[in-house]
């Protein structure tokens, strides 16, 4: 689904991509880029809405968005560290391990254990090692093995702490914790994320193509995919999309009041509805004009 490249951003390191992958574009597409302005016009920052995988070979970088980069006195991602994947996946391991489940077959529908069978094989754990692992951490476990092209080397967040150098990078949240959502998740909204992982699977390449959305920048397809899937369930949503959109409001304000001015960069899913940064700081007072 396509949540998982629009949302997550240290988890992406550890998902694989659905649907087919698209081939290299031709011409520079729009993804989301928004100017954030105080109420007498003055430009504070800009938000640009990521993607944390692509295929090989797309080409996202528009003037406009080379412009912004130049004029950016700071970085704002979710995680600042994304080259250092062994550390994430130390992260990973501290907090996707435990004592005590049943056998990951005992935690879904009778009716997609063959499924679920299907994409444990493709790992390198026995079920009976699956049962040292939580629920959340075994769905992007699997998740990884359903790969069809997009690649976290070509996401967004690490081209653009590239693109930064030397200048400040802030991040929002860090690995630790984004791992830490999902391990706060209710064990029965943790298998909610498990069932979507193995719906994923079963779709295969009908599944709507990530990529794609993301160049088109379509406010309104973006949105529905913030509405659907596992997304659709009231908690997981509250707990992976609200809660964090409204405490990044907060801390994205608090730089704003700063002289320099950032450029945000988060998943583009975080951007858009009425609980996404754009409708946020706009109540908070802040004009925002779309770029591209």
């Not at 444990?120 to 692992?133: C, K, L």
């Not at 529905?224 to 899937?229: A, D, N």
Request: with cysteine; proline share 4%; net charge negative.
């Amino acid at each position: 689904m396509i949540w998982r490249k629009l949302l997550a951003g240290a988890a992406a390191l550890l998902l694989a991509s659905c649907g087919e992958p698209s081939p290299p574009s031709t011409q520079v597409e729009r993804p989301l880029l928004w100017q954030i302005a105080r109420a007498d016009g003055e430009v504070e920052g800009w938000l640009y809405g990521t993607i944390h995988a692509l295929p090989d070979g797309v080409e996202w970088r528009s003037p406009t968005l080379q412009r912004v980069i130049g004029r950016a006195d700071f970085l704002v991602v979710e995680v600042a560290d994304l080259k250092n994947s062994a550390a994430i996946g130390e992260e990973f391991q501290r907090a996707g391990r435990s004592t005590g489940h049943p056998l990951l077959r005992d935690r879904v529908d009778p009716a997609k254990v063959a499924q679920l069978n299907e994409l444990t094989g493709r790992t390198a754990y026995s079920a009976s090692e699956f049962r040292q692992i939580e629920t959340w951490a075994a769905a992007l476990m699997l998740a990884q093995t359903i790969n069809n092209g997009l690649e976290s080397e070509n996401g967004v967040d690490r081209a653009l702490l590239g693109d930064f150098g030397n200048r400040q990078v802030i991040e929002l949240e860090g690995a630790a914790a984004q791992f830490a959502i999902f391990d706060a998740l209710a064990e029965e909204d943790q298998r909610v994320l498990l069932d979507a992982v193995i719906d994923e699977a079963a779709a295969g390449g009908l599944t709507p193509n990530a990529a794609q959305v993301w160049l088109s920048g379509d406010v309104a397809m973006l949105e529905r995919e913030t509405q659907t899937g596992m997304l659709a369930d009231p908690e997981v949503r509250d707990a992976l999309l609200v809660r964090r959109n409204s405490e990044w409001t907060d801390r994205i304000a608090a730089l704003l009041a700063d002289d320099r001015r950032p450029l945000v960069a988060v998943g583009a899913a975080h951007l858009v509805g009425v609980d996404g940064l754009i409708a946020l700081l706009e109540r908070k007072g802040y004009r925002l004009r779309r770029l591209q």
